[in-house]
């Protein structure tokens, strides 16, 4: 098991909103590919801090499909067509 898989394990157990945001960022860092689902589904959280992270992390990632969920928030932002719904 890798150190990523163990940072994403703990995120899902803390309660601490700090803690959360501190291994986001922790799990960002690692460009991981295993972390994107976790990633992806923290873009789109109500809580503006994780999904700032959220961002970060995709941005590190760097890969197609993060450029594209980062591209499709800034839409969603911009109150452009939402994620997933289109033509």
Do not use: Y
Request: with cysteine; proline share 5%.
């Amino acid at each position: 098991m890798s150190h990523v898989d163990d940072l994403i394990r703990e995120f899902g157990r803390e309660t601490d909103h700090g803690m959360r945001c501190w291994l986001l960022e922790l799990i960002g860092e690692t460009r991981s590919p295993e972390a994107f689902g976790l990633l992806k589904s923290q873009l789109w959280t109500a809580d503006e801090v994780l999904s700032s992270w959220a961002a970060r992390g995709l941005e590190l990632l760097g890969t197609k499909e993060a450029r594209r969920l980062l591209w499709q928030r800034r839409q969603n932002e911009a109150g452009g067509p939402v994620p997933g719904v289109g033509p």
